[in-house]
């Protein structure tokens, strides 16, 4: 059977063929590692600013919370470096077991997980705190990928290919939905462009969208606190002024348009933020506001523009340019985690998104969100590895 590969799904999306392709192997992507770094520097100032007034509150010393932020972003780092050494097909071979051990924990932490924030999305074993939601996605996109990259031969078989994924879709991004939905969100969205990526049909993955919307609109339904996030979004973008905005959970945007708004164009300066010692999350969730106050328009969108330049050079450089439909599936899935994260911060901050809780990839204060956006960045530089190396646009 003849069929089409997952690169010419994206060279029709930018643009290019993949006749412009020779063989020769590449070194990891260097830009790539360079923009990680930066997102890092930026994570350590924000975060080591942010965190002096909570520091007070706690008992603790901003000194001892930064060592720890440090230490996290060693760890991830170190992760980064390993994956990236380690063949992505070596991973993929873990893909089945991986999604077991997901599933497990992600019914753990419904029973005896650690709830926060009205949530249950960390789970403690033997004093390691960690979200299994985090393992599953990355659990969830590779196993798509290798099955997607298994059955390219008939792709557009109902029960043999779509039926197989959606269960693993479905089931998961409801697991995790029932006290992550921003997470499950994101999650199903990357599994749909993935999808159409690996040349899924249009009408199949239109079914998908629609138990996405009917799941959705339940888990919503089932929770008080998502409609409340919901009421104060929808008066936020009516700017209908209200109490419940000052004393309920929209107090948080209000405090972070603050922020926003006091930065102005260059901002108040490093270390000088005002809003930090209002804002419940300064460090994690609205990371994105206290570097728009210290560093203005400026410094906020020159954050924005080195996703954006991830995003290219995952998709544009290394989806297009893998040896296999294995790796331009893994490098569009473990790109857009990653951008669409930063994205989502940035825009709750803002205020063109409802509040959502999710942390902004190496720039937050957090673990187990950063060690696992390690572990796609260097799942990223292995595919980059061995890339074919793409000849000049003007060739002579």
């Known amino acids: 059977m003849i069929y089409t590969s997952p690169h010419s799904n994206i060279s029709n999306i930018i643009g290019t063929s993949a006749e412009d392709i020779d063989t020769r192997k590449q070194g990891s992507d260097r830009f790539l590692l360079m923009a990680v770094v930066?997102?890092?520097?930026?994570g350590i100032l924000a975060v080591y600013s942010s965190i002096a007034f909570f520091a007070e509150t706690k008992s603790t010393t901003a000194g001892s919370l930064i060592i720890g932020h440090l230490v996290k972003l060693g760890i991830a780092f170190i992760v980064m470096l390993i994956i990236s050494k380690i063949n992505y097909h070596t991973l993929a071979k873990f893909s089945r077991i991986g999604m077991v051990i997901s599933l497990f924990l992600l019914m753990a932490v419904l029973a005896f997980g650690t709830e926060q924030f009205g949530a249950k999305r960390w789970l403690n074993i033997a004093g390691f705190s960690f979200q299994p939601s985090m393992v599953a996605s990355v659990a969830l996109l590779v196993h798509i990928c290798v099955l997607l990259s298994e059955k390219q031969e008939y792709i557009k078989d109902f029960k043999k290919t779509f039926l197989p994924i959606m269960f693993w879709v479905t089931l998961t991004c409801g697991l995790i939905g029932l006290e992550d939905f921003s997470s499950a969100g994101i999650l199903l969205v990357i599994c749909l462009v993935v999808m159409f990526v690996g040349r899924v049909s249009v009408m199949q993955l239109g079914s998908l969208i629609a138990i996405g919307i009917l799941g959705g609109a339940l888990l919503i339904n089932q929770s008080a606190n998502r409609q409340d996030r919901i009421d104060q979004y929808i008066t936020q973008v009516k700017q209908i002024p209200s109490e419940h905005i000052i004393q309920g959970s929209g107090y948080q945007a209000q405090q972070a348009h603050i922020?926003?708004?006091?930065?102005?164009?260059?901002?108040?300066?490093?270390?000088?933020?005002?809003?930090?010692?209002?804002?419940?999350a300064p460090y994690n969730d609205f990371i994105f506001a206290i570097i728009a106050e210290e560093y203005g328009l400026f410094g906020a969108m020159s954050l924005i523009l080195i996703f954006t330049l991830i995003l290219i050079r995952g998709v544009v450089f290394i989806a297009r340019n893998a040896e296999d439909h294995l790796g331009s599936m893994l490098a569009v899935a473990c790109t857009l985690m990653i951008v669409l994260y930063g994205f989502v911060n940035a825009g709750v901050a803002s205020g063109i998104l409802p509040v959502t809780g999710l942390p902004m990839p190496f720039v937050s204060y957090g673990g187990t969100s950063m060690v696992f956006a390690g572990g796609m960045v260097g799942i990223l530089l292995n595919i980059s590895k061995h890339n074919r190396e793409r000849r000049p646009l003007f060739y002579g």
């Open 38 to 42: 930066v997102l890092m520097t930026f």
């Open 259 to 280: 922020a926003i708004a006091r930065g102005e164009l260059f901002g108040v300066g490093i270390g000088k933020s005002a809003q930090r010692d209002f804002l419940p």
